[in-house]
């Protein structure tokens, strides 16, 4: 019992000792300092290129509203004067002239709530524009279409959605694109969660495990650890650590910029993506994932480390890995990978929430199997 | 069967189908310094990577105490001055000894008494990169023997070391003469060799032979290893 | 010195593996093609036969005494449509397509009788010069036959949302055979992503010779090499090497694909833009002089693919010396060799994801657009843009190589030492 709680003790301090190694490596050769300004720099990007798609997105929703109040506006154009008293094989008609003109004006005026980034205003304007497409459907079936491309169903389920929107007091999402906080650091953590870029990441950010293995100085090490699971186990935590650091900063700036930019935007995290999921559901299940996808993917670079000597040649086989096990249609549901794949693509899709226990448990087998390369690997740079 | 310290039996190993030892045996019986000697490339760095299991034998056994080498058993009771390059350049002397230090649960004060008998102490606080290659010698020798370990490796520590560090690590060998340790000191600095041992392990082939040299550890390289070559012609 | 160069890359392993990967995505990609294809075709079959039994009950019941002679034939043509695509017959889904486009109401079996009113008649009216094209020249159409389209008709038409899924169909084209795949990574980005892979194994061709403290330059200096000439060695194989890496994985990728599925027709129709006429279109519809040419004074030209895939390589080779070049200076200022290495692999890919604008560097590098000449109608440019993108190309290249070869102080650039 007691030579139990010394060796436990032991290892505790040996993980100490080597976390604090790892920390003044980091630090006298400023890697903070890369992995902040990365950090940063992603964050930044990832901004610049929301704030650019979405500004196209709104144009391109301005220019189908215009063509759409166009087509009705030569409709109504040469409607004759409604008469004082409507003749009764004329109230359909004139029904439907009404509905008409309650949709160019909606039209025009989602048209210009969005010209003006007023996204409160829009939504008011895009629920009125539905309604109005709703009663014309109702006199003349399917005719909404010809103005706005949408079919009855979709019109009911979006106005179902706009009024969830505006009874919480939020703002409508076009497709993925926003500037509000809580949806732009949802996709910023589906894109670093998305295995290919992960692993494109964790290449940059397990940079001590390859300055150990790439070079002789990892002699040093294993020579002055009692168990070398000791090393992969630490080279794990500083991994995690150091992407948290990365996950941390860049969640904090992007939330800055939002906060700044997307305030004419108010997405909440109860925002319903999907009928299935909303934007706080999303958001919980990439949390679930975080942890095993880094541990995962930092043992499967540890591994390519020990076993392909050539950098290039190991970060190519790095992508193919990460990007086939995501993208080919193997086994999709129970995927870990290609759920995080999807998530991205699309991110209204529901996430099997289990597949990340799958993931947790492929993390640990992996981190088992560097830990046996480890122990069995010839050192490769012997004379 | 002898009462062995250090015994290695049938060792064989191949790198990149080169076969560096064959059947190896080695037995040392008692503690002292020991030479070990081989041309270039022939294989002294090899073995001790073996021994503290930074390679792997094909087959064979390494044991000290009677013990086979382990990892485990490698952190407790070897230590190992390995070359230079095994250092990180950017960080410094000190944080490789408190590094060390803090692994084998050594007291910080050996720290001190260390950097002062190797005479470490005036560069323990720069970086590695910034150092002579007879500095980083010392350190890498300081790091060797901060924990007190029963079988100490040194690949050549006397490479690009200066006339006084040379009589350092000379009076510190002479030390080791006489205690219960066993030092095995690969070196090419054969003069240096015959001053602080006689018990010499020759690299033979595939094989490993230990033998007491009154002659001379040059005469008895020159007999096993050196042959007739043609001299080097200067043109004018 | 180049010959050093050369050793010091296939040492390192180098080669091999760059042609190696390059041919795994190009292989992916036919196979990947061929898979969604097969798909596509599956899904159109399915719906041509629905198609066609409702076609049937609507009919039997419109007349029920029978059927008059052109729904006859009508319901011929739809069935022959059918036909073909099961078979996979290219010339005869050509011709029939063509049928059902020389109608005032055109459409296709498979995507329903309703769907291309909603097109803009431009589109229509591309997609019936492109059979008639085909048909003319005895060349199969790819399959399934899919309408012309492009970025910026494509964003406007009005199509229900309910037949969102029918018109990614009728607008998803699968380039199956090995000429034709190389036209789709013209258009898909392929260019970019040839690039990322050529820099994951040059990306570092000079950062190399920085390792932390160790500058190998300076044992070059040494045998009284220039810094001058180090950068030129440097670039003269970098440029070198990705033309034959590039070139000796497109000749394996042909090899491949002709035994797979055979090279594809050299004559098939490229929709590009130039100076032309007002056209008259062949419908009828109000708007469809107006949206006909809607492009103008460029109007839709259908050149043969051999003549874009000579202005592709062009344009490629163009692209590999600009490539080149910004690798040696971005190596010239981050001595870091992963840094640099992973820089020049992301800055390729972030033209995949920036958006389209007159502002974003990347979307001048779209060979497809370049070379067809839409980017000379999003630039409101009469003349074609080809020569112009290429000469500004290397201008850039030029200096780009001129500020790498300019001497900075000791060991100029980024290091983390």
């Known amino acids: 019992m007691l030579s139990s709680i010394a060796t436990r003790e032991r290892s505790w301090c040996t993980m100490h000792n080597l976390l604090f190694f790892s920390w003044l490596r980091i630090r006298r050769r400023l890697f903070w300092l890369m992995i902040l300004g990365t950090a940063l720099l992603i964050s930044s990007a990832f901004f610049g290129i929301t704030k650019w798609q979405l500004q196209e997105e709104n144009t391109t929703v301005v220019r189908q509203l215009d063509r759409g109040s166009d087509s009705l506006g030569m409709a109504l154009y040469n409607v004759p004067p409604k008469p004082a008293k ?118 940059g950010l397990n940079w001590l495990w390859r300055d150990d293995f790439d070079t002789n100085a990892h002699q040093f090490l294993l020579i002055h650890v009692r168990h070398r699971r000791q090393v992969v186990s630490e080279n794990i935590v500083s991994t995690v650590a150091a992407t948290g650091v990365f996950g941390l900063v860049s969640t904090a700036v992007l939330w800055m910029l939002g906060a700044l930019f997307g305030r004419n935007e108010a997405i909440r995290w109860l925002y319903p993506l999907s009928p299935q999921v909303s934007l706080g559901q999303q958001a919980i299940s990439l949390a679930l994932f975080t942890l095993p996808a880094i541990v995962c993917l930092a043992a499967i670079v540890q591994g390519s480390t020990l076993l392909l000597h050539h950098l290039s040649t190991r970060i190519a086989v790095l992508v193919i890995v990460a990007a086939g096990g995501t993208f080919l249609p193997l086994a999709p549901h129970w995927n870990p990978f290609n759920q995080l794949g999807q998530t991205l693509l699309a991110w209204q899709t529901p996430v099997n929430n289990w597949t990340a226990g799958i993931l947790l448990g492929i993390a640990i087998v992996l981190m088992m199997l560097v830990s046996i390369l480890l122990n069995h690997r010839n050192n490769r740079l012997a004379d | 069967m002898t009462d062995s310290i250090f015994q290695i039996q049938n060792l064989s190993f191949a790198y990149h189908r080169q076969v560096i030892y064959g059947q190896a045996n080695l037995t040392l019986t008692d503690p002292g310094v020991y030479g070990l000697i081989g041309p270039n490339g022939s294989g002294k760095s090899t073995l001790f990577n073996l021994i503290t299991r930074l390679l792997r034998p094909a087959k064979g056994t390494i044991s000290l105490d009677g013990t086979v080498l382990t990892p485990a058993r490698v952190f407790a009771s070897v230590a190992y001055a390995q070359d230079s390059s095994v250092l990180y350049p950017y960080l410094t002397g000190r944080d490789h000894l408190r590094f060390v230090a803090k692994q084998h649960g050594v007291a910080r004060e050996r720290i001190k008494l260390l950097s002062d008998e190797l005479e470490v102490t005036d560069f323990i606080d720069r970086r590695v990169a910034r150092l002579s290659l007879g500095q980083k010698q010392r350190l890498l020798i300081a790091l060797a023997l901060l924990p007190e370990s029963r079988l100490l490796l040194m690949d050549e520590p006397l490479n690009g070391l200066d006339p006084d560090s040379v009589i350092i690590i000379r009076d510190l060998l002479e030390a080791f003469k006489t205690s219960d340790q066993i030092v095995i000191v690969s070196s090419h600095n054969l003069d240096e060799l015959d001053k602080v041992t006689d018990r010499l392990i020759f690299k033979v082939d595939h094989g490993l032979s230990l033998e007491t040299v009154a002659e001379g550890a040059e005469a008895r390289y020159a007999k096993l290893y050196r042959h007739p070559r043609k001299k080097l012609v200067h043109h004018a | 010195m180049i010959q050093l160069e050369l050793i010091k890359l296939w040492r390192q392993n180098k080669l091999l593996p760059g042609i190696l990967v390059l041919l795994i995505c190009m292989i992916g990609s036919i196979e990947a093609s061929l898979y969604f294809q097969n798909q596509s075709v599956n899904t159109a079959i399915q719906y041509s036969q629905t198609n066609l039994a409702i076609f049937k009950v609507s009919a039997d019941k419109r007349w029920a005494e029978g059927w008059l002679p052109d729904v006859k034939t009508d319901y011929k043509s739809y069935e022959n449509q059918l036909t073909d695509l099961q078979h996979r017959n290219r010339s005869a889904m050509t011709t029939d397509a063509l049928t059902s486009y020389s109608t005032p109401t055109p459409y296709l079996l498979y995507t329903g009788f309703d769907i291309t009113q909603g097109l803009h008649a431009g589109e229509n009216e591309a997609t019936h010069q492109e059979l008639l094209y085909l048909h003319r020249y005895h060349i199969g159409s790819m399959i399934p036959v899919t309408i012309r389209t492009n970025p910026e008709t494509a964003g406007t038409n009005n199509i229900p949302a309910n037949e969102a899924e029918v018109f990614q169909n009728l607008s998803t084209r699968y380039y199956e055979c090995g000429w034709w795949q190389i036209w789709f990574w013209a258009i898909a980005g392929g260019l970019l992503v040839s690039l990322a892979i050529i820099n994951l194994f040059f990306g570092d061709i000079l950062a190399s010779e920085w390792e932390g403290s160790t500058d190998r330059t300076r044992w070059l200096r040494l045998q009284n090499e220039t810094h001058t000439k180090l950068i030129l060695t440097k670039l003269a194989v970098h440029f070198g090497l990705s033309c034959l890496l590039l070139g000796l994985a497109l000749g394996l990728f042909l090899l491949y694909a002709w035994l797979r599925t055979g090279l594809g027709d050299l004559r098939y129709p490229v929709q590009t833009w130039a100076l032309g006429k007002r056209v008259v279109s062949f419908y009828n519809w109000m708007t469809a002089n107006a949206e006909a040419n809607y492009f103008y004074p460029l109007h839709i030209v259908f050149i043969p693919l051999a003549r874009y895939l000579g202005q592709l390589s062009v344009f490629w080779v163009s692209l590999l010396f600009l490539n080149s070049t910004v690798t040696l200076l971005v190596n010239r200022i981050l001595h870091i060799r992963l840094l640099a290495l992973l820089t020049m692999v992301i800055v390729p890919l972030l033209g995949l994801v920036l958006p389209t604008s007159i502002y974003n560097p990347f979307t001048y590098l779209k060979g497809d657009w370049v070379i067809t000449n839409y980017l000379g109608y999003l630039l409101n440019q009469r003349a074609p843009v080809f020569p112009w993108v290429v000469g500004i190309m290397i201008a850039a290249g030029a200096v780009c190589l001129g500020l790498t070869l300019v001497p900075l102080s000791h060991r100029g650039g980024v290091h983390f030492d």
């Open chain 1, 86 to 203: 409507v003749p009764p094989d004329q109230i359909v008609y004139w029904q439907i002239i009404e509905a008409k003109k309650v949709l160019l004006v909606a039209m025009h005026r989602a048209s210009q709530a969005k010209t003006a980034g007023d996204e409160h205003a829009f939504l008011r304007q895009h629920i009125a524009l539905l309604q109005a497409a709703q009663k014309l459907n109702h006199y003349q079936p399917g005719v909404a279409a010809a103005y706005m491309s949408l079919d009855a169903p979709t019109i009911a389920k979006e106005l179902k959605q706009d009024k969830f929107l505006r009874s919480t007091g939020q703002t409508l999402i076009t497709s993925t694109y926003s500037l509000a906080p809580r949806a732009l650091i949802t996709r910023l953590w589906q894109l670093l969660l998305c295995p290919p870029i992960l692993i494109f990441l964790l290449v």
